[in-house]
């Protein structure tokens, strides 16, 4: 581990079932993680596949920065993570991006948007990242708010 890629408590799982196995046998939001504390720079993408991918075709996931918690206004599509038909569990499928940076407030999404198919289809995986301290002065950022 690198100076200054801790990211405990920078950034939580936001959506029920963020951190249990996802399906990838339907589209849709998987995982959601919300930024807390302080911005981050994510670097590197990735999913564990938990059920191994049988499926006619690869599994497209695409991840997103959304600058609001749950809400899919504004939000900017990163990158996306393919996962080719066959995937046997145990394997971990990344991709290394550059920084994108998450600031409070705001979310790192995994959305299926082409779901494992064809007869007897099925998938699974967590979703993960790797990211690090992307420090500002918590007076420049514009959705944190000092309590009394």
Known sequence: MYVNQGI?????????????????????????????????????????????????????IAVKNRPTIASATGEATITTLTVPAGTA??????????EALIAPG????FEVTTAAAGG??????????????????KVNESSMIASA
Request: aromatic letters at 8%; a neutral charge.
């Open 106 to 109: 705001g979310s790192l999404v």
């Open 89 to 98: 569990a145990g394997k971990v499928v990344y991709k290394d991006i550059n």
């Open 8 to 60: 405990f408590g920078k950034l939580v799982p936001a959506l029920s079932g963020a951190v249990a196995p996802a399906v990838l046998t339907s589209t849709g939001v998987k995982s959601e993680y919300a930024c807390i504390g302080e911005r981050v720079a994510v670097q590197r993408v990735a999913i564990a596949i938990s059920t191994a991918v049988v499926s006619s075709g690869a599994v497209v």
């Open 120 to 137: 007897g289809a099925a998938g699974g995986g967590i979703y993960g990242f790797v990211a690090s301290e992307d420090p500002e002065y």
